[in-house]
């Protein structure tokens, strides 16, 4: 069973905003961050978010900085990603995954959705 599961992908033009999801299936294990990747076809997996689950402190990449911003409910166990202004440049499949740190290297989260994919037209 796949332990993350994403919403929230679609459509949009540049210059408008998504907000995506992501919630634990079910699957029980245990994890102190959650965080956003993403990948175009062709190019490498990139750091978009993290969050630190107990604390809130965030991390984030350059290239959302003061577009994007991640949030969780705890209750929920849920995280989102809010992203505005976005451009054509932000079009990709959107991964969350969960590990032991907001870290921006993939190698910290041990759990991953199978994406959503944004894009964003000129």
């Known amino acids: 069973q796949v332990p993350l599961v994403e919403f929230g992908g679609g459509s949009v033009q540049a210059g408008g905003s998504l907000r995506l999801s992501c919630g634990l299936t079910?699957?029980?294990?245990?994890?102190?961050?959650m965080g956003w990747f993403r990948q175009a076809p062709g190019r490498e997996r990139e750091f978009i978010a993290a969050?630190?689950?107990?604390?809130?402190?965030?991390n984030y990449g350059d290239s959302v900085k003061g577009r994007f911003t991640i949030s969780r409910d705890n209750a929920k166990k849920t995280m989102y990603l809010q992203m505005n202004s976005l451009k054509p440049e932000d079009t990709a499949t959107y991964y969350c995954?969960?590990?032991?740190?907001?870290?921006?290297?993939?190698?910290?989260?041990?759990?991953w959705g199978r994406g959503t994919q944004v894009t964003v037209s000129p």
């Open positions: 079910g699957r029980t294990f245990t994890f102190s961050a």
């Open positions: 995954a969960a590990g032991t740190s907001p870290s921006d290297f993939s190698d910290y989260y041990d759990y």
């Open positions: 969050v630190d689950w107990d604390t809130g402190r965030t």
